[in-house]
Every structure is written in C-alpha cells, then in structure tokens.
C-alpha cells in the first residue's frame, strides 16, 4: 500500500491502531511510547527507597536511554564495553555499575580506563582479576550471591552467583583490600511476589555478620516485573515497601544504602509489537510475521504475552468471542511457535493485526534475521491504547 506524504512524514503517532490505518505495514512494527516510560521511570525513583539504575541489557536504544535519563534516571548497570560506551556517551554525567560479574582482563581495562567505579564479582578467580587491574581508591566491589529461587520467572542463580559462604569470604577480602565492600544479589527476573526480596536482604545480614563487615551499599538487583498478563498487573509500590520495611529491620542503624537495577520492570510496558496475521491454517493455525527468532524470543521461556488487541487492516478491534489459537512465526524452523495456545477473537482473520503490549523488554536486542525474517520498524506513539 503506498504511502502520503503526510504518513511518510509522521513522527508521532496517536496510538497502533492509527499505525495500521495509516500505513498498513507488512513487516513487525514496535511502537515506543516515550510518556510511558518516563512515569515508569518516575514511579521508580519516587517509590524505590534508594538509587535506580537501569539495566542496559534490557533495552539499549537511544530514544529509551534519553527518556530515562529525562526523567530523571542517574545511573546505568552495565554489562560490556559497548554499553559503557553507550551510557558514557549518552548520560555522561550518570553512575556507571559494571555488575555483569565474570570479564575478560582485556575488557576490565576498558572499564578502568572508562572510569568504572563500581563492580560486582562472585568467584574469587574474578575478584583476583580486578585486585589486578582496579585502583582501590574510591572504587566498590559488590560480591554478588545466590539463593535457591522463589517466585521468579527464570532462576539467574544458575550462571551467577556465590554461595552466603563464599560470598563472605569475598566481601572480607574487598574489605580487607581497601575497596569499598558492598553486596547485590538478582532475584530472577518477573518476581511478583515481593517476598522475592526479602530472604535475599536477611541473607545479606547473615553474610555481612559472617564477614564482619557491614556493607556499604546493598543492590537489590532487577526482577522488577512489566505487565505481561491480564489480571496480574505488578504492585510496584509493595514491592518497594517490602524492600525498605525489611532492610531496616535486620541492619537497623547499619542499613546500607540501597541501589536495584530494573530492566523490563523499566522499559517493557513502554513498547508494543504490531504484527501481521500471514495465514490461516484450516485447523486454526495462526501464522505471523514474527516469532521468536524475532521480537517474541522471550516467550518460549517466560510465557506468553496475553495483553493483545486485534486489528482488522482498518484499526477496528475484532471482538468476536476468544478462542484458543496455536501461534506460529515467519520462519522455515518448527521451533518457531509460541507457547501453548494465544486465546484470540475467533473471527481473526488473514491481514488482521495483533497488538502484543507489554513488548519492550529484549525484544529489540534478541532479535535475528533468520530466514530473511525480521525487519523491525519502530516508531514512536503518544499511547499504546
């Protein structure tokens, strides 16, 4: 379908529905709605009882780290050289935390030389690597630990992540060194129960007891969640409450200053994913444009994303009664499919368009051109409704 001038020129838009009107695309289309993510933004830095920093990873666009820092954001977790670079280039002025915990010695060079200040670690082969290279002076080191998960979408324990014990004798030799000794730990990630947080801060006690040394610093980690599902939307504010209520209860006078470092909890509900019904199967099948070698690769692991409108190529909802749909991506590979069933309008049909909110989170940077599949466009709208 061709384009006006006037379609050609837009920048903003009011909403997807106005996307697929206008322009009717054939590839996936991610819409950013920049007021979204700034009063997320500030949700977090009035509610959270300390220092927000946002966790790159999760999202690494320009327009993202502009907004936040807008809105107010003064610090960044980041997790390589490209995105020291990023955050030093953007946010010049922000806090800068290298807390992805095992580095090469080539890239804690870069980190020094860039002016890194804060790291975690969680092996004492890593920490000896940073005793090499990281002046003592003014710099923190956080060991990082680990406790069987609970409530978390997927466990970070399993590639991060030492021991209370272990994590002791780190925080000993930090100490011990002349850094500055502080403690982080990462829940998992789409932790909605904010008991998720509270035996990692009692466990944060035990290990400072046992290493006589009382942090300076205590980094929640992320797990914050994004609304993914209806009926499950996040209490962000419990889950602040339950941090700070919990650290004052078992470090008293000696609480730490608290830091976290949220990703989708930031950034997921700031974005939807327009995407374009490319089939009917006779059994019901619903082939899309993208998939999960493109911006849907979360879900296979997480769950799927059910907070979905339905579009005919004219931007009228479909509201026929719901019916379980098994949902395949573009590509050649079987594996492209998502989980279990997406319950959609029974009345969806060929060119119809499926608005998949909550989409902001890794969907940009897990994304692949497999298959010749996965142009993404993006483009900018005052709302996602």
């Given at each position: 379908m061709g384009l006006s001038e006037g379609n050609q020129a837009k920048t903003v838009?009011?909403?997807?529905?106005?996307?697929?009107?206008?322009?009717?695309?054939?590839?996936?289309?991610?819409?950013?709605?920049?007021?979204?993510?700034?009063?997320?933004a500030r949700q977090f830095i009035e509610g959270f009882p300390g220092l927000v920093t946002y966790a790159v990873k999760s999202n690494p666009e320009e327009a993202?780290?502009?907004?936040?820092?807008?809105?107010?954001?003064?610090?960044?977790?980041?997790?390589?050289?490209?995105?020291?670079?990023?955050?030093?280039?953007?946010?010049?002025?922000?806090?800068?935390?290298?807390?992805?915990?095992?580095?090469?010695?080539?890239?804690?060079?870069?980190?020094?030389?860039?002016?890194?200040k804060a790291w975690s670690v969680d092996s004492r082969s890593e920490l000896d690597k940073?005793?090499?290279q990281v002046p003592a002076e003014d710099c923190e080191i956080s060991p990082r630990f680990k406790l069987p998960v609970l409530g978390a979408a997927y466990d970070f324990g399993a590639k991060f992540g030492a021991t209370p014990d272990r994590a002791a004798e780190l925080l000993a030799a930090v100490a011990a060194r002349g850094y500055v000794?502080?403690?982080?730990?990462?829940?998992?990630?789409?932790?909605?129960?904010?008991?998720?947080w509270e035996q990692y801060i009692r466990t944060a006690r035990e290990i400072a007891d046992k290493a006589g040394v009382m942090p300076r610093r205590l980094n929640v980690g992320g797990g914050f969640p994004s609304w993914r599902v209806h009926g499950v939307e996040p209490d962000l504010p419990a889950i602040f409450e339950r941090i700070g209520t919990?650290?004052?209860?078992?470090?008293?006078?000696n609480a730490p200053q608290l830091v976290c470092e949220p990703g989708?909890?930031?950034?997921?509900?700031?974005?939807?994913?327009?995407?374009?019904?490319?089939?009917?199967?006779?059994?019901?099948?619903?082939?899309?444009?993208?998939?999960?070698?493109?911006?849907?690769?979360?879900?296979?692991?997480?769950?799927?994303?059910?907070?979905i409108d339905v579009l005919t190529p004219q931007g009228e909802r479909r509201s026929a009664p719901d019916a379980g749909r098994v949902v395949f991506g573009p590509t050649?590979?079987?594996?492209?499919r998502l989980p279990g069933e997406l319950a959609l309008p029974g009345d969806i049909a060929e060119g119809d368009y499926l608005v998949i909110n909550g989409a902001?989170?890794?969907?940009v940077v897990t994304n692949t051109r497999f298959n010749g599949f996965g142009e993404l466009q993006q483009l900018t709208a005052m709302s996602l409704g």
């Open positions: 838009w009011d909403n997807p529905a106005e996307i697929v009107r206008s322009l009717r695309p054939e590839n996936p289309v991610l819409v950013f709605a920049p007021t979204i993510l700034q009063d997320r993202v780290i502009n907004n936040l820092v807008a809105a107010g954001i003064r610090g960044f977790d980041v997790a390589s050289p490209f995105e020291i670079d990023l955050i030093g280039r953007l946010a010049p002025m922000a806090a800068r935390h290298y807390h992805n915990p095992v580095r090469s010695t080539a890239e804690i060079a870069h980190a020094v030389a860039a002016g890194i940073l005793f090499a000794p502080s403690l982080t730990f990462h829940p998992g990630t789409q932790c909605v129960d904010p008991g998720a919990v650290t004052a209860e078992v470090f008293g006078e989708r909890g930031l950034c997921g509900d700031a974005f939807a994913i327009i995407a374009r019904v490319k089939a009917l199967r006779d059994d019901g099948a619903v082939f899309l444009n993208d998939g999960v070698y493109g911006g849907l690769t979360e879900l296979p692991m997480i769950g799927n994303l059910d907070r050649c590979d079987s594996v492209d902001g989170a890794y969907s």
